[in-house]
């Protein structure tokens, strides 16, 4: 099975300044899709970006944005301009092409915005 | 919107009870999923189903059982509740991976499990 992991447990950052969330992840598979979800405090969890791995580019949704180092197996998430809004947990997920479709989740990273 | 919906909250039961979470969604996916989600450990996969009447263990299926008798509908038993399995419980849907665009998994509010 694939394995994801967040080395980051917590995490601070000010609010309007710029935070990188780590995620590595361990596969043998060259097609997969790697994705960071975000679980605000009592809420349901929503997607924030997606990334698929056959694509070079790195994505990025609005202030959201990924470095993808395929060759590394590396995943960052990098939030600009960081709002009290996303103060959430962030959990880095990967999705298998193979069997069930499977998805494996990292143990996540609590994000702390300081006003 | 997709919308995976959790019967249940908040639950409080006891030690031995037979606990029944059920779990519907609206967008007719074929993937449904149950999680236990406990602080420092993530999500871990218990079990999923990737049709009806069919399923797969995930990575920690002991203590409970799944029933998918219906596409949209994935139930979460807990044969004899025990202590160690207070926990949130989240379901979730996806519809089966395609080439281009990728899918997300679609997670419900998730299911407050106490046992005492």
């Known amino acids: 099975a694939q394995t994801v992991t967040q080395s980051q447990p917590e995490m601070s950052v000010q609010e309007a300044e710029t935070v990188t969330l780590s995620c590595t992840y361990d596969?043998?598979?060259?097609?997969?899709?790697l994705f960071w979800y975000k679980q605000p405090p009592s809420r349901q969890m929503i997607l924030v970006i997606r990334?698929?791995?056959?694509?070079?580019q790195n994505a990025t949704e609005n202030r959201f944005s990924v470095n993808f180092q395929k060759a590394a197996k590396s995943f960052s998430l990098k939030i600009s301009d960081s709002q009290l809004g996303d103060a959430a947990m962030y959990f880095c997920?990967?999705?298998?092409?193979?069997?069930?479709?499977?998805?494996?989740f990292g143990t996540g990273t609590s994000l702390t915005v300081i006003p | 919107d997709v919308k995976v919906t959790q019967s249940s909250r908040y639950l409080v039961k006891r030690t031995g009870e037979k606990v029944f979470l059920e779990c519907v969604q609206d967008m007719d996916h074929e993937n449904m999923f149950w999680y236990r989600q406990d602080p420092g450990l993530g999500l871990r996969l218990i079990y999923f189903s990737y049709d009806v009447k069919m399923k797969e263990k995930g990575d920690i299926p002991e203590g409970y059982s799944v029933s998918r008798e219906k596409k949209e509908r994935f139930s979460l038993i807990l044969e004899s509740a025990s202590t160690n399995q207070t926990s949130m419980y989240l379901c979730a849907s996806s519809p089966r991976v395609e080439w281009m665009g990728g899918n997300t998994i679609y997670f419900g509010e998730g299911s407050w499990l106490t046992v005492v």
């Open positions: 997920a990967y999705r298998t092409l193979a069997g069930g479709n499977q998805f494996y």
């Open positions: 990334q698929e791995a056959y694509k070079q």
């Open positions: 596969t043998s598979e060259s097609d997969y899709y």
